[in-house]
């Protein structure tokens, strides 16, 4: 039985995204890069790099563009 091993990293404008099940930037178990608490600098060019022994594969980069996000108002 030959099991394939692999890494899957998230760039965003070519710098390694910090993936922490707590944090806002979550890898699912398809690999899909999910951003919860979206901000306008979450906005850039995402790229997923899989690698494993036979080499390292880079997606084209896709690009996000937040619109429309505002600070809240605090309650007085």
């Given at each position: 039985?030959?099991?394939?091993?692999?890494?899957?990293?998230?760039?965003?404008?070519?710098?390694?995204?910090?993936?922490?099940?707590?944090?806002?930037?979550?890898?699912?178990?398809?690999?899909?890069?999910?951003i919860a608490?979206?901000?306008?600098?979450?906005?850039?060019?995402?790229?997923?790099?899989?690698?494993?022994?036979?080499?390292?594969?880079?997606?084209?980069?896709?690009?996000?563009?937040?619109?429309?996000?505002?600070?809240?108002?605090?309650?007085?």
């Open positions: 039985m030959f099991i394939l091993v692999f890494k899957i990293t998230w760039l965003k404008d070519g710098q390694p995204v910090e993936i922490n099940r707590n944090g806002r930037f979550i890898l699912s178990n398809e690999n899909s890069l999910l608490q979206i901000k306008k600098t979450d906005a850039g060019n995402y790229t997923c790099v899989a690698s494993n022994i036979a080499g390292t594969y880079s997606s084209e980069p896709a690009e996000l563009i937040v619109y429309g996000i505002n600070k809240q108002k605090s309650s007085s």
